[in-house]
């Protein structure tokens, strides 16, 4: 198969993912496998200049994982996944967005 990215699941991700439940979590993983194969906006989707989200719709629950592009990987194309959370609003909270650039500035200064 032929992806168009890979990701790469940060420590905080990872923590989230396992507070969801078995099925939930699944699906999450599923819809990131499917974004790798096809350009849907449903699934991955630009927020901002630096960060997407990854989208899963499961039993009337909005869970998102906000990620950016790592433009300094060797490897092309890394998706790196900085946190999650369930969505309550129409929009992702600001906090949130910042909350992922903060990562994101911590990730690239680690490196």
């Given at each position: 198969m032929n992806f168009r990215f890979d990701v790469e699941l940060l420590d905080g991700i990872t923590e989230f993912l396992d507070s969801l439940d078995e099925k939930t979590r699944e699906k999450v993983f599923y819809n990131i496998w499917k974004s790798r194969m096809v350009n849907d906006s449903e699934l991955f989707k630009k927020l901002s200049d630096e960060i997407w989200e990854f989208r899963t719709l499961y039993k009337?629950?909005?869970?998102?994982?906000?990620?950016?592009?790592?433009?300094?990987?060797?490897?092309?194309?890394?998706?790196?996944?900085?946190?999650?959370?369930?969505?309550?609003?129409?929009?992702?909270p600001k906090h949130e967005i910042e909350k992922a650039r903060n990562i994101m500035k911590i990730y690239y200064s680690a490196k």
């Open positions: 009337g629950h909005h869970i998102r994982l906000l990620s950016f592009w790592d433009k300094n990987s060797t490897i092309p194309k890394i998706v790196v996944c900085t946190h999650g959370f369930v969505k309550k609003d129409w929009k992702v």
